[in-house]
């Protein structure tokens, strides 16, 4: 994560740089989104769709998570009423 600037050290401890913390939320917000996806085209449970995002954010390239945002309509909550974060360009 310090090769890539994501965070920085300081004598209080690491943090995240803005680049860290965009990334974070470029992370949450594919997850949440696969979430979105799997119960809605997939019809899984809420309860059951966590791991399967987990593994599927991973796994993704710039197209296909702008298509997948796309796809969805840029929904604003994943299936368990939990915001999802966009970018602000």
Do not use: C
């Not at 991973?58 to 969805?72: A, K």
């Not at 994943?78 to 915001?83: E, F, L």
């Amino acid at each position: 994560m310090k090769r890539k600037g994501w965070v920085k050290r300081n004598d209080g401890g690491v943090f995240l740089t803005e680049v860290g913390l965009e990334e974070g939320r470029r992370v949450v917000r594919i997850h949440r989104l696969w979430e979105v996806y799997l119960s809605t085209y997939m019809q899984l449970p809420a309860d059951h769709v966590h791991d399967n995002a987990e593994a599927m954010e991973h796994v993704i390239t710039p197209e296909i998570e702008r298509e997948l945002e796309h796809q969805l309509a840029y929904p604003t909550k994943d299936p368990h009423a939990s915001p999802i974060p966009y970018r602000k360009d």
